[in-house]
């Protein structure tokens, strides 16, 4: 049974920085991509970055490029966000997702993540 659990969310104020972590039990993570998404209060899932399989390739939408990282340590079988610059509008609980297929590069379509985590709390104030 594969499950993701994310953790380092919080109340940060703009500017501020944060970065989440997921965990992954129940498999390795080292063959497949990995992604993360948020929700804003009244607003649908949209997604944040991805990760591929090596770690060689990453997307982002244009809301966050520059300011959001993706990572992984395959060795801690570990997925990380590093938010810099953080922006109200960041404001959202934040998921880790997982595909059970693998895939060459990164995914950005919510439609091909199988397993997602809890979710964490952003908040960031002005």
């Known amino acids: 049974q594969v499950q993701l659990v994310e953790s380092g969310g919080g109340l940060v104020q703009a500017g501020g920085s944060l970065r989440l972590s997921c965990v992954t039990s129940g498999r390795t993570i080292n063959m497949y991509a990995m992604g993360w998404f948020r929700q804003a209060p009244g607003k649908e899932r949209e997604f944040v970055a991805s990760?591929?399989?090596?770690?060689?390739?990453?997307g982002y939408p244009d809301s966050v490029k520059g300011r959001f990282t993706i990572s992984r340590d395959n060795a801690k079988n570990t997925v990380y966000l590093q938010m810099n610059s953080l922006k109200p509008d960041d404001t959202a609980v934040y998921y880790c997702a997982a595909p059970a297929r693998m895939f060459t590069g990164w995914l950005r379509s919510q439609n091909d993540y199988d397993y997602w985590g809890q979710g964490t709390q952003v908040s960031v104030s002005s």
């Open positions: 990760i591929n399989w090596s770690g060689g390739s990453t």
